[in-house]
């Protein structure tokens, strides 16, 4: 079956891979204008998703700083209840000393003890300040991550709303898309899709209009337009790179013929 595919491609002729490239282009060229029904959703729902995820990295972060500082506080608390645990062992003492020479260096460790209790609090007041601090952080955070749920929540339901309005279309121009390529040699196909990617309109094959070419509007000369007419080999803009097809075969009207027409 494969050997049968690849005998068809071969057979196509210019003209046909020529009238099957412009056929595909115009399915793909519909895809893109259901994409830009979209508009930039899908981009502001990434966004905000992203956004989501930074606030709550943010808010367990900051509690992680409060259970750390929490941490901090209760060593402080020790640390005092030892001090003064010493202060009375010390005091203690020094109802016992035999000289004074005792007494004073139990009175300098109790200062001693005492300046450490002081330090103490002072930490244990800066710790608190901080934890004060960090929780009106998370209550900040916590308020935009509310107000971004609710947004992207929002631009959530649009967004579905309108993949829902034109899933269908868009798959079926995927599969008419898909079974067009299939008749296109890989070549050809894979040149169309690189010059496509890099035109800024989406455009890979485009027809003569006003004896210029349809896609960056430079002239083609007389002579090159008899060989796009021809259909006897694919013919690229010399200027932009898009693929040539003469207007006839595309299935568009000339100018002329429009307004006969009318």
């Known amino acids: 079956m494969a050997n049968d595919k690849t005998k068809q491609e071969k057979e196509l002729t210019v003209e046909e891979r020529l009238k099957t490239l412009y056929q595909l282009q115009t399915i793909l060229s519909e895809i893109d ?19 989501v ?46 000289n004074n020479r005792e007494f004073d260096f139990l009175t300098k460790e109790i200062e001693y003890e005492h300046l450490n209790i002081e330090l103490a609090e002072k930490r244990i007041n800066e710790f608190t300040r901080q934890i004060e601090q960090r929780n009106a952080d998370v209550t900040t955070a916590e308020e935009n991550l509310a107000d971004r749920n609710h947004v992207l929540e929002e631009k ?26 299939g008749k296109i040699e890989p070549r050809l196909l894979t040149a169309f899709k690189r010059i496509r990617k890099n035109a800024r309109n989406g455009l890979g094959i485009v027809y003569i209009q006003r004896d210029a070419c349809g896609g960056c509007f430079n002239r083609i000369p007389p002579q090159r337009q008899m060989e796009i007419k ?22 568009v009207m000339k100018e002329g013929e429009a307004t006969a027409a009318k």
Do not use: F, W
């Open 230 to 251: 021809m259909h006897k080999k694919v013919i690229v803009c010399e200027y932009c790179g898009r693929i040539l097809i003469d207007p006839d075969l595309a299935g």
């Open 156 to 181: 959530k339901g649009e967004l579905n709303e309108i993949v829902s309005e034109t899933k269908q279309d868009e798959e079926k121009l995927r599969e008419q898309a898909k079974k067009l390529e």
């Open 33 to 51: 204008r259901i994409k830009t029904i979209r508009g930039e959703l899908p981009l502001e729902v990434q966004d905000l998703e992203d956004d």
């Open 53 to 98: 995820a930074g606030l709550q990295t943010r808010i367990q972060n900051y509690k992680n700083d409060i259970d750390g500082l929490k941490d901090d506080v209760m060593k402080q608390k020790r640390d005092i209840d030892e001090a003064k645990a010493r202060i009375d062992k010390y005091t203690e003492q020094q109802n016992n000393v035999r």
